[in-house]
């Protein structure tokens, strides 16, 4: 799915795991999908760091840009 080398992975409070790219997407993966369940957009750079938060209803990320952002889950 990603286009470019994977910089971050973090496991969610609900098994599914998210991760963040030199693609500047953040990916969440559950089970055994083949596909994201969720894709998030908006970084203008690679991605650097991922950290859970609000118990895994959402997914931060910083990136090379110098932006952090949090992503709502669903």
Known sequence: FHEAAVGAVVTLADGCLASGS????VAVWCGT?????EVF?????P???LV???GGRAVAS???D????VWMRG
């Open 52 to 54: 859970a938060v609000e």
């Open 41 to 45: 957009d908006g970084h203008e750079g």
């Open 33 to 37: 999908e083949a596909r994201p369940v």
């Open 47 to 49: 991605v650097t760091a």
């Open 66 to 69: 110098g932006s952090v952002r």
């Open 62 to 64: 910083a990136s090379f």
């Open 22 to 25: 030199e693609d500047k997407r």
